[in-house]
C-alpha cells in the first residue's frame, strides 16, 4: 500500500488516542485502581509517552502536506506541527507530576481520568481540520477541566471559582455555536481548509464570515481571562498544583490558539483586532499592575499569566501571529516549571544585595543600554513582520536587562547575555514565522491603519506600570500612592464582585 | 553561661472580678491574658515546632484540651479514620461534633448559613500578608513604620471590599474607630456586652481564629521579656478582629443573633469549669488505651532487657568509636543500624546543637540553637568562593530577577527565554540519583575572635567544651574516634523542608554545630584549657563532625582534611561503617516510605525520590513520636523502639549535683513535649492546626503557607506529613517519659521549675523513674508523689 503525506500525517492522532483509555474509564473504576498504595500510575505515564512520540513526529508530515483537502481529519501546517507537541510533552510532565503528587488520595484515578479527558480535548483541538469536531472539543474541555477545578468539591473556594468560569465558559460555548451557524451559512461546510478558502478568495463578500470573527474574539476572551472576565484563574489555586501548572501552561492558551487558528476569518474586519489590541493591551496593563502588590506566590503567577495572555492577545491584535505563537509555547514551558516548583522553600530573607553605583557606573550602564537598542533596532529591521509597537515594547524588556545586567553585574559574561538573548529572540522568531507562513495570517493591514502617534500611546499604556511602579518607590507614603496600592492589591475589587454575582446566581453552600 | 534558659512567663490573671465596666481593666488583663495562650509561629525559613497548648499548661490536660475545642469552634475528637471520598482534606468534617463558634461572625454563620467569618479571616489574613511580607511583592506600601492596629486603620479605611461584598462599608467603620486598639476592644465589648468572665475566652477563639497570624505576632517579639504584655501587638490583632465582628451588628439579622449568642457564650465558659462533656471523655478513653499500650510495650521491653544483660556493666573497657546522635526520634533506628554493624561502637544521644549555642553569621544570622535558649555568641562562616565571584554571581541573579519581574520587560523575558526552562522542566521530572553533597565546598568557620565582633575567645570555646563534654557524659573514657552527628533532610520544592530538619538548630540543618564543636574540642589550647579545669582528653582522641541526612540515611564526614594522620584509617574504617548502616537503616525505613526493603537500587530510589519535585512525603519526620528516654544507652540498646522514642544519654551517677537532669528536664524533655503535642494538635484538630495539604499549599509573604487561595497563615505540620492517604500514621499519644535517676533528684527539678511541674502535674506528660537501669520503674502521680509501676512479667507476650 503506498501511504500518501495526507495519510501519514495522522500520525498526529495518536496522541490523543493514547490518552482516550484512561478519559473513557469510568471515574469510580480509575479511583480503585490507583487508590492503592503500590499502584504507580506506569501505564498512564507509557500511554502518555507513546502519544508524545507520535505528536514529535508528526511535524514531519504536517509541515509537508500542502493545505486544502475537503475531507482531511487533520489540519496540517505549522500551527499543529509546534502546539501538538508542545500539548503532548505538557501532558507527560503534568501526569507524571500528578500521580506522585496525588499519591494515596482516595480520588487520585479520577483526577488521572480528568487531566487525560482534559488533554485529550486539547490535542483534538490542535489537530482537527472540521470546524464541528473543533468546537465539540472546546467544550470538553472546559467540562473535563470543570473536573479538575472541583477535584476538592467540599472546598467552597474551589466550588465558587469554577462556577464563576463555569458561566464564563458556556458564554463563550454560545459564541462559538453561533459562529458554526454563521459559517454553514455562508460556507455550506465545516473543513476548514475550505472555510478559509472561501474567506482569503472573496474578502468583504461574507459579512457572516466577519460576524463569527468577532464571535471567535469574543470566545478567545472569555477563554483566555481577559479583563473584566480574568477573576477566575487567580482564584483556581483551589485545585492541586498541577491543575494550575496544566492551566496556565496549556488550557489558557486556548483562546490565543483560537484566534491564531481561526486568524484568517478574524481578519476580515478590522473591528475584531481593535478589540483583541484594546482588551489584550487594557488586560495586560491591569493584570500587571496587579501583580506588583500580590503577596502569595500562586496568585502572583496567576496575574501573570493575566497579564501574559494580554499581552499575547495584543500581538495578535497587531497581527503579529507568530510572536503571538512564540509566546503561547514559551509562556507555557516557563508556567508550568514556575507553577510545578511554587512550593520551593524561600531563601532566608537576605539583606538586598548593596552595591555602591558610582557616576562611572551609571554612565556604563547608560551605554550598554543605548548599545542594546541600537543592535536592536538593526536586528528588528529583519524581522519577518516588522511591527514597530512591539519591538518598541521588547526593547524596553532588553533595556531593563541592559540597565539590571551593567548596573549589578558588571562583567563579561553579563555583556554576552544581553546581547544574546534578543539575538535568540529573533531566531525563535524567524523560525516560527517560517513555520506558519502557509496556514496563518492574512494581512495585518493593521499597522498600516494606525499611526506613529497611536503606537506611541500603546507603547505608553504598556509602560504605565513600571511608572507606577517608580512612582511607589520614589514616593512611598505619598497619600495618592497608598490609595492606589488599596485598590491594586485588590485587583480593583473585580473578584468579590464577581464572587457576589455568582453567590447570587448560583449559591455556593459555606 | 551566655545562653540563658527563658522561662514562660507567667500569663495567670487575677481571676475576673466580674464587677468592672465592660471593658474596664479587666478587658485589659482579659486580652493579654488571652495573647498568652496564643502559640508562636516560625517563618518557614527555620520552621520550629510549637506546642499549640504552649501558653494552657498550666491547667489540667482536659480542661485545656476543652477549652482549645471552644476557642476553634470543634470539639476535639479521635481523628477518624479512613478519610472521606475528597482525600485529605476536610476529612474530618463528618465527625464534628457540632460546637458552637464563640466569635460573634462564626455564631451568625451557623444560624443564618452565612459566611461571613470566612470573609472577616481573608481579609485579616490578606491585610497581614501585605504589612508582613518579606520580598514577595514588588510594590509594598510601608505600614510598618505603624503600630498594626493603626496601620490597619489607614488600609480599612481606603479598602472597598467590605462593601462590594455586601458585608458592610468598613471604610467608614475605619475611620471612626478609636485610636487606641484598647479603646477600640471596649467599644467592641460595649456593644456586644458579652458575660465579663466570658471575656478571656472570647478573646482567646477571636485570636485563634487567625491563629497563624497571632503566632506570627507573637514570634516576632521573641524571645519574650517578662513584660510582653505592655507592648502587645496581639491586642492590636484582637482589636481588628473584634472591630470586623461588630460592624456585622449592622445587619439587622446579625443583630438580632445577639442575645442568643451571649447566651452561648455564657454556657461554654459554665461548661468549660466542668470539662466534663461526653466528646472529650471519649476522647480520653481512646488516648489513654493508646498510651498505656505504648508504656507496657516499651517498660516490657526495657524490663526483658535488663533481665538479659543484668550484668552488662557499664562501658569500663574503652570503644573505638564514640557516635553522639540528636535524640531526634530518627536517629534511634540510625543508631540500633549502626550498632549492629558496629558491635563495639557506643551510641550516645544529645540535643543535636551539642551544647554549642552559637548563632552562625552567614549572609544572613542563622540562630543554631533551640528557641528555648538565647545566645549572642556568633561565628563567622564565610564561602569558600572568593568574594568577587560571589558578587558577580549575586549581582547576575539579581539583574535575571529583575529582567523576569520588573512589568517593563515581563513580556520580553517570555519571549526570549521562557523556553530556556525546557530542559529544568524535564531535568525536574525525571531526577538523576545522584545526591547533593553537603561536605563538599562547605564554608569556612571562623573560630577565633576576630576583630569584625564574631568568633569565640579562648574563654567561651572552653566553657562550651566544657558544657558540651559535661552534659554528653563524655568526662571519661572517651574513644579514640568521637563523631559528632547532626542532621538535616533534602527535599525539592517542599516549602516545609525545614520543618524536617534539626529543631534544636533552630529548624536548620545540623553539621555547622557539629563542625564546630569538633574544632573547638579538637583545639590544642582548648584541650590545655580544659587540662588545667580537671577535665581529661586522652590525646589520641580525635572529633569528626558528621551529618545524618534523615531523608536518606546517609551520614557524611566534614573537614576531612584536618584529620591527623593517625587517624585516617579509623575514619576510613568508621566511613565503611557508616555505608553499612546506612543501607540498613534505608532497609528498616523502607515500608514507611512504599519501597520494597528487598528491592535493588533501593539508596538510588531514595536519592531519586528525595530529588523528586512532586514528592509530597519526602520522609515521615518525627511522626509517631511517643516516648523520651534518658538513660545510658545500655538500658535500651538491643531494643527496637521503632522510631518512636527521643533518647538522650543520663548517667546520675556521674552527676552528682544534678544539674545535668536539670538541664534535661527543662530543656530536652520540654521540647520534645513540644514536638510531641504539636504533633498531637495536629492530628485532633487538622483543619485549624495543621498546615493543610501540601496539595494546595501557596507560600504567603515569604513566612508561611495558606491552603489555597485565602484564609489563615497555617500553622502546624501538613497533613501529608501525618496521614499516607489512606490512615493517620501518627497517633496521638503524649509522652511518656523515662528518667533513669533517683526519684529525689527528678523531684528536686520539678520543684525548682514551675513550667515542668506544670507538664508533668497536669499531664501533658507521664513521667516514670528507674533506678536500677530498667528493673523496676515508678510512675508520676503529681505533686511530686510516685507509686510502683506494675510491668507485665518480661515472659509475657
Redesign the interface.
Known sequence: MNMTTTDLMNVSVLSPVCLAPMALAPARWMDRVY?G??AKGLVPQALAGLGLMGALASPLWLLKAQPGGTTGLVMPGGLTAIMLPFVALLTL?VL?????????????GRFIKWLCATSAAVQVLVITANLLVFVLAWMTMSLALHQLLTY???????QI?ARKKFIFSRIGDLCLITTLALVWHSCRTWQMPVIFHLAAGRPGAHASLAAAGLLIVIAALLKSAQFPFHTWL??T??????VSAFMHAGIINAGGFLVLRMSQLVVLWPVNQWVLLVIGGLT?VGA??V??????????LGF?TV??MG?MMFECGLGAWS?AL??I??????K??AF????????????P?T?TISLRHHGFALAVCGALVIFWLWLSRHWPDANPALAG??A??????GW??A?????A??VA?ALL??A??LL??CLLSRLLLTTVGGAADLNASVSLAQLLAVLAL??L??A??LA?RLR??SPL???L??????GF?LN??A??LVMALWPV?? | MTATLLEEPPMRSPAATGQEQPGGPSARAGAIEAAGWVPPLWPLQNVIAVNPFMGLTHLPFASAIHRMGLALGRAAVWPANPPKTNGLSESLHHTNQAQQPLTFAGFCDRKLATAWDTFIVDEISSFCAARFDTGLARWRVDFSSQPLYTAWKQFASLDCTGKISGFGDMRALALALPQSPLDCINDALTQLQPADEAQPLLFYASLMSVAGWAGWLRQLAWPESPDAGQHNSLIDLLAIRLAFDITLLQKPAAAALLPAWRQCLALSVKHGVAATRPAANNLMTTLHAHETAFQERLLRDIKAHAASAADASAHSTRSPVQAVFCIDVRSEPYRRALEAVLPGVQTLGFAGFFGFAVNEAADTLRKQYPVLLASDLCVASTPKQSQAALAAGNGLAAAWKAFKGSTLSSYAFIEAAGAAFLPTLIAHCWPTSKAKSRSQNTPELTVENTNTGAGLTLQQQTRLAKGALTNMGLLKNQARLVLLCGHGSTSTCNPHTTALDCGACGGNTGEFNARLAAMVLNSPRVRAELLAAGITLPEDTWFVAGLHNTTTDTVELFDLQNVPESHTHDIQSLRQSLQQASDLARIYRAESIGLKPQAPKLAANITRRAKDWSQVRPEWGLVRNAGFVAARRDMTRGINLAAECFLHEYDYTLDATGSVLELIMTAPLVVASWINLQYFGSTLWPDQLSAGTKTLHNIVANIGVLEGNGGDLRPGLPLESLHNGREWVHIPRRLSAIIAAPRSMIDAVIQKHQLVKDLVDNRWLTLFATEDQGISFYRYTGECTWQPQQTPDASAP
Open positions: 487508590a498504595q503500590n510532565v507524571r507530576y500528578s500521580i506522585v503528587y496525588l499519591h494515596g488520595q482516595a480520588r487520585r476538592f468539591c467540599d472546598r467552597p473556594g474551589a471559582a487567580p482564584d489555586m483551589e485545585a492541586p498544583t498541577p495586560a500587571s499592575l501583580m506588583l502588590t500580590q503577596t502569595s506566590v500562586k496568585r502572583s501573570s497579564a501574559q499581552f510572536l512564540l509566546h509555547v514559551a509562556h507555557g514551558i516557563y508550568a516549571y510545578l516548583s511554587s512550593g520551593k522553600a524561600p531563601a532566608s530573607t537576605t539583606t544585595h552595591q515594547v521588547i524596553m524588556g532588553i533595556v531593563v536587562l539590571q545586567l548596573i549589578r553585574a558588571r562583567n559574561l553579563a547575555l538573548l534578543p535568540l529572540l525563535l522568531h504598556l509602560a506600570p513600571g507606577v511602579e511607589a512611598p507614603h500612592v497608598q490609595r496600592y488599596v485598590h491594586v492589591y485588590n475589587y468579590p464582585l464572587n457576589r453552600q459555606a
